[in-house]
């Protein structure tokens, strides 16, 4: 999310969680010096999550601070120590693997204790935002017992492809760039046809 109105809009969907880019490089950056709005529209029922890719143990403190966010979502080569500082710090961690490192069962188990969900998304070497799936199937041979996101090209059009999977560890679904009007500006009438499709498909 990048623009405070479009923030407002999709909370009216209700959705449990709203992220926001502290990586520069990406396209969805929410910038050096965001809008104060940007966080502050945020209700409080949903949680806000700051996403963040390599970046400094301190940096990442002093920004979720200053922007009162409790979810930090790791999307770079962070090591489990980071995530375990973050943790004891009050910090609820998000820590992500491409959908190739499924089958590294001890990266993951390095990982276990120290993040409270993993995120599983298309590999890319632009950490993330690629609109492409993995393949899901992957997953059948996850057996890590740690609650996951599922990310990458997730579209209206797999509402039912959603509903037919069946991983107890499934806790979330990350929707993103085919869901946009424009990088950082959510659809919302398509986030409410998506949670609508959902609904009916249950």
Not at 4 to 15: H, Q
Not at 79 to 107: A, M
Not at 147 to 155: D, K
């Amino acid at each position: 999310m990048t623009d405070p109105a479009n923030v407002v809009e999709i909370a009216r969907l209700k959705p449990d969680y709203m992220g926001f880019i502290f990586y520069s490089r990406s396209v969805r950056f929410v910038g050096h010096t965001p809008d104060p709005e940007l966080f502050a529209a945020v209700p409080k029922a949903v949680n806000k999550v700051a996403v963040f890719v390599n970046e400094y143990y301190e940096r990442m403190i002093e920004l979720t601070g200053k922007h009162g966010i409790d979810h930090i979502q790791l999307h770079g080569m962070e090591s489990p120590e980071i995530c375990k500082s973050l943790k004891n710090h009050g910090k609820k961690v998000i820590k992500v693997f491409p959908g190739d490192q499924l089958e590294n069962k001890r990266l993951l188990k390095d990982y276990a204790d120290v993040a409270d969900y993993f995120l599983f998304d298309t590999p890319v070497r632009s950490y993330g935002g690629s609109g492409r799936k993995f393949d899901w199937t992957n997953l059948e041979r996850l057996k890590q017992g740690k609650r996951f996101f599922l990310s990458g090209g997730i579209s209206v059009d797999d509402a039912q492809n959603l509903k037919d999977l069946h991983f107890p560890d499934l806790y979330a679904i990350d929707i993103n760039s085919r869901f946009e009007e424009r990088p950082g500006f959510k659809d919302p009438v398509l986030i409410e046809t998506f949670l609508k499709k959902l609904e009916d498909e249950r």
